[in-house]
Structure formats: structure tokens, C-alpha cells
């Protein structure tokens, strides 16, 4: 996606929960857990597609990764990108996180969940129903991953997964915590 565009969609949204798109630096973070063997990997709130590019970058070409974006404007800018066209087995789909199990094949277990979502700003009873589905659908030992700006999701996340390990990452406007969530 070109950055012009980027940043115009980002910038005129009111459910994306952040100013900027992620840096290089944070979508490292998000997916340290990405390796090449991994089967199938999910994205939720893919925006510009920072984090989808690091999530190309280091899986393997048979790695089925399934992304999600709600807006229309930005999923238009992922889907016409010339980079992400050049993956088969990446699929971006114009559709709620929230709904995102429909859109897996009946015995597809993610190793890996990657969240952008700003879940503070998000229905609670939706974001709750949601990570049950994660932690239900991740296959054993999977990862749920989410960053967010605020220590407000901790404890909810904490009581939903069974380990939660934090970790910063300060070269991000605005700094970000990252959760990475065992099931
Ligand atoms: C913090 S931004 C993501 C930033 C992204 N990592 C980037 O670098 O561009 C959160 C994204 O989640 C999307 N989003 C919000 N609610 C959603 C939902 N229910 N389903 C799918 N995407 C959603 C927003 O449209 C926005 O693109």
C-alpha cells in the first residue's frame, strides 16, 4: 500500500485506535513467533498492512494466512497492493475480527493469532467472545498475540489465557505493549 494512501485512509478513521500505522520495529515484535514451518496464521485489523508484510516475510509459502480488515478503504489498499498480490496463500478478507472463525476451513487450527485490534475502544461482550474463540480454535500450544497502548486489556487477557508475557516496544508512536498469550 503507498504510504499516501495509508496514511489518508488511517488518518480519517474513527475505529482504527491509533494516529499511525505500526512501525517496522513493532510488527518485528508482533511476529517473532512467525516461523517458516508454521500451517496457518491469523491476522485481525490488518490496516496498512505493516504487520501483514513482516507475517509474508518470514512464513512459508504454504503458511495459509488469513487477514481481516473491517474498513472498506483500507481493505481496497490491501488487496489492490502489487506486494501482498504476489502471495497465494495469503487472503484478505473485507469482514469483522469478531467473525473470523467463519472464514477458516472446518479442521484449520492457527499456530498463530496476530491482534492490532484497539480492543479498549471495542465492545467488551464482542472482544471477550472473541478471544474465547482464540484460545478455543489456536491449536496447542498457539500464540495469541496483541499490542495495544494502554495497560487496560491486561487483566483481561490474563484472565482468559493462562500465561501472559509483556514486553515494550518504545520505537512506536505511541510506544506499545505487546501481549503474547498462551492458551
Ligand atoms: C491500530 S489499527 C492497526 C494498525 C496496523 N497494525 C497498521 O500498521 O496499519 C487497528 C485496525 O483494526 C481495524 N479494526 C477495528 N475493528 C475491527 C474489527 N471488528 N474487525 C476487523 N478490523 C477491525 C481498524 O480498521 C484498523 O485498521
Redesign the pocket.
Known amino acids: 500500500m503507498s504510504k499516501e494512501f ?1 496514511l489518508a485512509a ?1 488518518k480519517s ?1 474513527g ?4 494516529v ?4 517496522k520495529y ?2 518485528r515484535k ?1 511476529t517473532k513467533r512467525v516461523k517458516r514451518d508454521l500451517k496457518s496464521i491469523v491476522e ?9 508484510s513482516s507475517i509474508i516475510e518470514q512464513a512459508g509459502k504454504t503458511c495459509r494466512i488469513n487477514s ?4 472498506s478503504g ?1 481493505y481496497v489498499g490491501l488487496s489492490s497492493d502489487p506486494i501482498f498480490s504476489r502471495y497465494d496463500n495469503l487472503h484478505f478478507h473485507l ?6 472463525r467463519r472464514y477458516l476451513d472446518s479442521a484449520e487450527r492457527p499456530d498463530l493469532i496476530i491482534s ?3 480492543l479498549a475502544i ?1 465492545p467488551k461482550p ?1 472482544v471477550i467472545r ?1 478471544l474465547l474463540d482464540a484460545k478455543e480454535v489456536l491449536r496447542p500450544g498457539g500464540v495469541f498475540v496483541q ?1 495495544q497502548y494502554s495497560p487496560e486489556s491486561f487483566s483481561m487477557l490474563k484472565r482468559i489465557f493462562s500465561k501472559v508475557e509483556t514486553s515494550v516496544e518504545l520505537r512506536n508512536i505511541p510506544p506499545a505493549l505487546i501481549y503474547t498469550c498462551s492458551i
Not at 485481525?44 to 501483514?52: E, P
Not at 481481516?68 to 474498513?71: T, Y
Not at 469482514?95 to 473470523?100: I, K, L, R, T, V
Open positions: 495509508a488511517f478513521l475505529t482504527v485506535g491509533a499511525y500505522p505500526s512501525s513493532l510488527a508482533m485481525l485489523g490488518a490496516g496498512t498492512g505493516t504487520i501483514t481481516f480488515e473491517i474498513d483500507l469482514a469483522s475480527a469478531f467473525d473470523f492490532s485490534l484497539p471495542l464482542q472473541m499490542y
